[in-house]
């Protein structure tokens, strides 16, 4: 008999960060596979459920990070939740991130906001295996320094490869360049614009002006990845809540390969 896609399983908090008031990161257990940018449905009885990006991936421990915001009923009960305290996971859904479309190339991943957590997983595996790239590029975008998620990441991958971390608007703060990722683009150093890869994770608009950006520098459509935000409900393209067109998201995304999805319209 197959396994019920829809069953939901119990996960314990192992650990909770606390980036700023709005944004924690649960580290939750959990036993299997899963490739970043997929997403999990996170789940409390009697309140309801919330897709949730993987932020992190630690196979040996066995636990997934889950960076959630609170932005209603469900993400507000979960941060009432402590230590060792349960609530339910299911999946994980969608097509992921794969580290081997982008070894041996010259990586530039742009992410604002929140969408740096579906490539944070991305980002530490090749912070850890630099010698599989022949560049790497980090062009990371937050509202303002108070929002900035994963900063002790950010000061380790500052020491190891090239970073840009910007700011809409530092408060005067100049430890923190200004401006949005997408003026930092045409700064790139590259040295092949037709055979680097590019992944690109934020708000629509975000996106939308870093892959112009990055094809009027010289990438190629087909070299550029990226990830639709969108609310996914069953998962497995049942009911319909994600489609675009006749893509379900959940399925054959939250990650697509631009090449293949700029013809979407929402």
Known sequence: MADNQYLPFKSQIKDIVRHNDLEFTFKMSFKGKVLPGQFFEVSIPQ???APISVS???EKAETV???IRRVGKVTA???QHKNNDV??????YGNGFKVDDYKNSELVIIAGGTGVSPVRSVI???SQNLQELKSFTLIAGFKSPKDILFRADFERWQKNFNVTLTTDNNGGDTQYKQGLVTEYIPALQVKDSKTAKAITVGPPAMMRFSIEALLK?????QNIWLSHERRMCCGIGKCGHC???DVYVCIDGPVFNYAQTKHLTD
Do not use: M
């Open 217 to 221: 520098y010289g990438f190629v459509e």
């Open 243 to 245: 489609r675009i067109n």
């Open 65 to 67: 990070d889950l960076t």
């Open 87 to 92: 609530f339910f996971l299911r999946g994980p």
């Open 77 to 79: 009960e979960l941060f």
């Open 47 to 49: 309140v309801g459920e």
């Open 56 to 58: 992190g991936i630690d």
């Open 124 to 126: 530490e595996y090749f």
